[in-house]
C-alpha cells in the first residue's frame, strides 16, 4: 500500500502492478469515506470546501495523516469481516530476508512458486490475535509506512481478513467453496471483492439469496448481498458487465450508505464517488418503487416485464396490501391472465398515495480514480445525465461516452481529467 506521487492525488492508492485491484479499490473507497465523511461520532454530513474541490489532494496539514487514515480503512474492512470481536493481523514476509544471495534467490523464486501452489516454501507468515478492533487499528498505523508498504503488504492485509473470517466461514459464504479467491491472472474473484465490501465472500453481486430449480429442498442457493445479514453497504458496486446483461446488480449495492462504488469492468476495478451524501440516498417514492419491481422480478416470467395473474395474491401479500383489494387489482391491471410491469407499478401506487418514482430527469458530479500506473493515477471529474434515451451509445466529440445503465435509461459522462 503506497500512496500516488502525482499532485492532487495523494490521497490516492498507487497501482503498480496488475492484479490487486480488487483489494485496492475497496480500499481506497473506504479511505474516501472517511476523508469526505469522517467516522462514527465524528461523522459529517457533507465534506468542507476544500475537500469537495480536491477530494484526494493533500494539504499542508494532512499528508502525516494519510498512515492513520488507511489504518482506519483497513479496519473497518477487518471489523465487518467477523461477527465476533476477533481479529487477526498477519504479517507476510520472504522465508529469507536481506541482501544475502539465498535471501535475493528466494524472493526472485517467490512469484514462480506462489503461482505453482507452492507458496509455503518461500514466504513465511507471522499472525497476532486481538479483541479490540482499537488495537487492530493501531497495529496498522504502526505498520503503514514499513511491512504494510512493502511489496507483500497487500497480501498480509488479504491473509488477515481470512484468518479474521476464518477459512471455513468464508468457504460458506461461497456458492462453490472451491471457487478461487485470486484468478488464473492473478485477479481478484467477485468473492474476494465482495468480502471486502461487505465482509462475506458471497459469490454474486444482486440481493439476497435465490434457487436455481423450482424447489428449494432441492435446488442450489445462490448468495449475493443480504441485507439482514450485512444491513446496508457503507461503499457500494457497479459493473459495467450488466450493460451487457452478464449479471444483475442489487439495489443494496447501488444505493450504498454513502455515494462511493467500486466501479468493474471485465479487466480491472477502480473507484467512482460524490462528495455530496445525497447522491445516493433514495426518496421515499424512490424506496417504495424498488421494493415494487423485487417483488414483481421475483414472480415474472421474463426479466421484469411480464407476470401471471396466478401470482397476483402472493406478489399483494408480499407488499402488505390488504387481500380484499385482490378483485380490485385483477380487474384493473389483469389483462389476459398477464400483468404488465408498469400497469402493476402505478396501481401499488395508488394503494400508497405514491406517484412514480421520477427517475427520468437529474445530473449529478462524481470523480473516477483509478490509481493504475501506467497510466496513472488519475482523477477525472464526470458528469453524470439520466436521459431516456433508450440504449444508445455514442461518444461525444468532447471526449464524454454515453453507457446505457438500465433498459431505457442512458448516462452519458462527459469526463475532464482533474490530474
Known amino acids: 500500500f503506497t500512496w500516488s506521487q502525482r499532485s492532487g492525488t495523494e ?61 482506519h480503512a483497513l479496519a473497518s474492512i477487518l471489523f465487518h469481516s467477523t461477527a465476533s470481536s476477533s481479529y487477526v493481523i498477519c504479517q507476510v514476509r520472504y522465508a529469507a530476508e536481506g541482501d544475502s544471495p539465498e535471501a535475493q534467490a528466494v524472493q526472485q523464486a517467490a512469484p514462480a512458486a506462489i503461482a505453482a501452489g507452492e507458496g509455503s516454501s518461500v514466504l513465511a507468515v507471522s499472525a497476532r490475535h486481538l479483541t479490540r478492533i482499537a488495537e487492530a487499528r493501531q497495529v496498522l498505523e504502526e505498520g503503514a509506512d514499513s511491512w504494510l508498504a512493502g511489496p507483500l503488504g497487500v497480501l498480509s492485509f488479504l491473509f488477515s481478513v481470512l484468518s479474521s473470517r476464518t477459512v471455513s466461514a468464508v468457504r460458506e459464504d461461497m456458492d462453490d467453496s472451491t471457487t478461487p479467491l485470486i484468478g488464473r491472472f492473478g485477479h481478484c474473484s467477485q468473492e474476494l471483492v465482495n468480502l471486502m465490501l461487505i465482509g462475506e465472500a458471497t459469490s ?24 439482514e445479514r450485512v444491513g446496508v453497504p457503507q461503499v457500494g458496486l457497479l459493473s459495467e458487465l450488466e450493460t451487457y446483461r452478464y449479471l444483475s446488480v442489487g439495489m443494496l449495492y447501488k444505493n450504498p450508505d454513502f455515494p462511493i462504488w467500486v466501479l468493474a469492468s471485465p479487466t480491472h476495478y477502480t473507484m467512482i464517488f460524490s462528495t455530496q451524501r445525497a447522491d445516493s440516498q433514495l426518496s421515499e417514492e424512490a424506496k417504495l418503487d424498488q421494493q415494487v419491481k423485487k417483488v414483481f422480478v421475483e414472480n415474472s416470467i421474463d426479466e421484469g416485464g411480464l407476470a401471471m395473474s396466478a401470482n397476483l395474491s402472493k406478489m399483494l401479500g408480499a407488499l402488505g396490501i390488504d387481500g380484499k383489494k385482490l378483485q380490485e387489482a385483477q380487474q384493473d391491471i389483469v389483462r389476459e391472465d398477464v400483468i404488465l410491469w408498469e400497469d402493476f407499478r402505478l396501481w401499488v401506487g395508488k394503494q400508497f398515495n405514491v406517484a412514480a418514482a421520477d427517475t427520468k430527469s437529474g445530473k449529478i458530479q462524481l470523480f ?4 493504475q500506473d501506467p497510466p496513472g ?11 431516456d434515451i433508450a440504449m444508445a451509445r455514442c461518444r461525444c466529440p468532447c471526449g ?4 446505457t445503465v438500465l433498459p431505457g435509461f442512458t448516462i452519458y459522462l462527459n469526463e475532464a481529467e482533474l490530474v
Open 11 to 71: 490521497w490516492g492508492l498507487w497501482q503498480t502492478q496488475g492484479g490487486p485491484c480488487g483489494v485496492y479499490a475497496p480500499v481506497q473507497a473506504f479511505i474516501v469515506k472517511l476523508l469526505l465523511f469522517g467516522s462514527g461520532d465524528r461523522e459529517n454530513p457533507e465534506p468542507d470546501a476544500r475537500r469537495k474541490e480536491k477530494p484526494l489532494g493533500t494539504g499542508a496539514d494532512d499528508e502525516d495523516d494519510r498512515g492513520s487514515v488507511l489504518a
Open 204 to 227: 454474486n453481486v444482486f440481493d439476497g439469496t435465490r434457487w436455481l430449480g423450482d424447489d428449494p429442498s432441492s435446488g442450489f442457493r445462490v448468495r449475493g448481498v443480504d441485507s
Open 368 to 371: 473516477l480514480y483509478d490509481g
Open 377 to 387: 493515477p488519475t482523477l477525472k471529474s464526470v458528469r453524470v445525465e439520466l436521459s
Open 400 to 403: 464524454g461516452v454515453s453507457l
